[in-house]
């Protein structure tokens, strides 16, 4: 069955960078573009960007273009997503999904604190 | 970008009960190759969101017949008929008609 599987909780240091992993699993990986959504504490969701395993092209909501970073590597069928600068208002849960939102991954809590 | 609202925020339900959520856009979802991209979703504690109906009306594999979604344009509705305590959470509505995707702000149903 399709599976999604996320890297761990992360704690960070303001102004630092995370990378997340999205591990697929269940399917041709290449066959559907990855989504990423942030879900900030007791908050809706926000659509971050996709990225197109088999091509490698991104797509990216202006609001997180100079934050996000989309990569792939397909030998491993797995997706990653970096944040940079971070700041606070990153503190979420971010969740990858697939295809048009069908399935998702548990979600990465990443929490910014000095 | 597409504003989703949705209405009600907060849900009080009896077990057994129906229970509808209205979300609105705030511009037509039709998309030029006539499909219609609004999904609805449910966050259960501590959970991802899971799919439950794709494209206005169609359930998504495994989900009850007692969920139903319709409406048109702007306007759509997710009805949950015999709530079971399962059904417990947030619903969420999520357009992908237009760029960027978006999604309603929740609505959160609960034991009355």
């Known amino acids: 069955q399709v599976k999604l599987l996320q890297s761990g909780a992360a704690l960070v240091k303001p102004g630092d960078s995370v990378k997340m992993s999205c591990k697929a699993s269940?399917?041709?990986?290449?066959?559907?573009?990855i989504h990423w959504v942030k879900q900030s504490h007791g908050k809706s969701l926000e659509w971050i960007g996709y990225?197109?395993?088999?091509?490698?092209?991104?797509n990216y909501n202006e609001k997180f273009k100079s934050k996000a970073t989309l990569t792939v590597d397909k030998s491993s069928s797995t997706a990653y997503m970096e944040f940079s600068r971070l700041t606070s208002e990153d503190s979420a849960i971010y969740y990858c999904?697939?295809?048009?939102?069908?399935?998702w991954g548990q979600g990465t809590l990443v929490t910014v604190s000095s | 970008d597409v504003l989703m609202t949705q209405t009600p925020v907060s849900l009080p339900v009896s077990l057994g009960g129906q229970v509808s959520i209205s979300c609105r856009s705030s511009?037509?979802?039709?998309?030029?190759?006539?499909?219609?991209?609004l999904h609805w979703y449910l966050q259960k504690p501590g959970q991802s969101p899971q799919l439950l109906i794709y494209?206005?009306?169609n359930r998504f594999s495994g989900v009850p017949d007692r969920f139903s979604g319709s409406g048109s344009g702007t306007d759509f509705t997710l009805k949950i008929s015999r709530v079971e305590p399962e059904d417990l959470g947030v619903y969420y509505c999520?357009?992908?008609?237009?760029?960027?995707?978006?999604f309603g702000s929740g609505t959160k149903l609960e034991i009355k």
């Open positions: 494209r206005v009306s």
């Open positions: 999904a697939r295809g048009w939102f069908a399935y």
């Open positions: 999520l357009q992908s008609t237009h760029f960027p995707p978006t």
């Open positions: 269940g399917y041709t990986f290449t066959d559907y573009i």
């Open positions: 511009q037509s979802l039709v998309h030029s190759d006539g499909n219609t991209y």
């Open positions: 990225i197109n395993p088999y091509s490698g092209g991104t």
